[in-house]
């Protein structure tokens, strides 16, 4: 038969609308989402408060022994303050808010060695973001697949604060790079910011560290020790 669609899948689970009361928990359920007239790609999702809230669930003794055991993060452990803030985090949130108000590019790459909890401050660098900024739009890569999309950042308003956030960011790092590198040509006044992650090791085999980020953005690498 027909595969399933893939918007459906995300972060290793399928969310399927199901009827219920209205005392029931919110569907999670991922919406038709769009920004003005841009529609969101596919693999990608607009992290909003209603998204984080869909998934901040209490943590049971299972989630605390399998994410310390070494398991894949996901959102509930971000939005969990039980779960400890390593220093990085607070770094890359002081850059950020150093950043937040001038226009331009910034790149800020999140890397280090595997094991070293990557993931866990991405996604905690992000929830922070949200909660801090109202006004600003943060569109995530939560398929592994899923392309950069250029033509759609390409048409992001001028007014509008953009945030931009994938992990396994070696995918897709050579076309954020072309991306930035035609922004920065076209001569458009933009407020966009990119928050990238990966291992060390993927970004150098990709040759992304010798890219010329800074001729075309303000670009900053964090290295988690």
Request: hydrophobic letters at 40%; a neutral charge.
């Amino acid at each position: 038969g027909t595969a399933f669609p893939s918007r459906y899948f995300q972060e290793g689970s399928w969310f399927l609308s199901l009827p219920s009361s209205a005392t029931a928990q919110a569907s999670k359920t991922p919406r038709i989402q769009k920004s003005g007239a841009l529609e969101i790609p596919l693999g990608w999702a607009v992290v909003d408060t209603q998204y984080l809230n869909e998934r901040n669930v209490e943590l049971t003794s299972e989630h605390f022994l399998s994410f310390f055991d070494g398991r894949s993060p996901i959102w509930r452990e971000a939005l969990a303050r039980q779960i400890p803030r390593r220093e990085i985090v607070n770094l890359v949130l002081e850059k950020f808010e150093h950043d937040y108000h001038e226009d331009g590019i910034f790149v800020n790459l999140l890397t280090g060695a595997a094991g070293e909890g990557k993931t866990t401050a991405l996604l905690q660098v992000v929830c922070d973001m949200r909660s801090r900024h109202a006004d600003l739009h943060i569109l995530w890569r939560y398929e592994p697949g899923a392309p950069f999309p250029a033509e759609f950042i390409a048409r992001l308003p001028e007014n509008e604060r953009w945030l931009i956030v994938s992990d396994d960011a070696e995918k897709i790092g050579r076309r954020v790079y072309d991306s930035i590198q035609a922004l920065k040509l076209s001569g458009r006044n933009l407020r966009l910011y990119f928050l990238l992650c990966c291992r060390d090791t993927d970004w150098k085999a990709e040759n992304l560290h010798n890219a010329s980020w800074l001729q075309y953005s303000k670009f900053t690498a964090h290295i988690l020790h």
